[in-house]
């Protein structure tokens, strides 16, 4: 892969909600972050069985395995929205309902093994497109969901996003399965 970087997007090249996951990106290559966080996020749940995989810190909360096929689904989403906004795409690509992708995805009836493979599948398809981009596809913008964005910020956004989550895996399902 090419050794580009990535430079911090100015919060206008992407709408308030996700300044949350951008401003938990640290400074420095989102690429790299984004090439050993998801060894960390597979990392914090290795050592975790099936059963375990299926606990949710409170009713009404995704399941282990469904926080990480969320993860890896709004990152394909993601990715795509970059690719069709780096390939200059006019048209809004629409929105999605991420309670109702977590309940259609079936993750609960796989196996937490392959939940992680495939996010680390995505990861790489990830790394490989953005690494490909030059700086003026990078700063190419759409919408999607009614709201602008540019390349670049997804790359932000992506990785922030899974920071978020894995905060909360450590903080409330781990934390969560001890305390059993």
């Not at 375990?52 to 993860?71: N, P, Q």
Request: proline share 3%; with cysteine.
């Amino acid at each position: 892969m090419a050794g580009i970087t990535i430079a911090r997007p100015a919060s206008t090249e992407y709408v308030p909600y996700y300044a949350t996951y951008v401003d938990q990106v640290p400074e420095g290559d989102v690429l790299g972050l984004l090439r050993r966080q998801v060894e960390a996020t597979a990392g914090a749940v290795a050592s975790l069985n099936d059963g375990d995989a299926d606990f949710r810190y409170t009713e009404g909360k995704w399941s282990i395995k469904e926080v990480i096929g969320h993860i890896a689904d709004v990152e394909r989403i993601f990715v795509y929205r970059a690719l069709c906004f780096a390939r200059g795409e006019p048209a809004g690509l629409p929105g999605f309902d991420e309670n109702e992708y977590a309940r259609q995805s079936n993750a609960a009836s796989r196996p937490l093994k392959d939940l992680v493979d495939e996010l680390r599948t995505v990861r790489a398809a990830t790394l490989s497109f953005f690494s490909g981009l030059s700086e003026k596809e990078l700063l190419r913008r759409g919408t999607a969901n009614r709201n602008g964005y540019s390349v670049r910020s997804l790359a932000f956004i992506i990785a922030g996003h899974e920071r978020h989550h894995v905060t909360i895996l450590r903080e409330r399902y781990l934390a969560g399965l001890e305390r059993r």
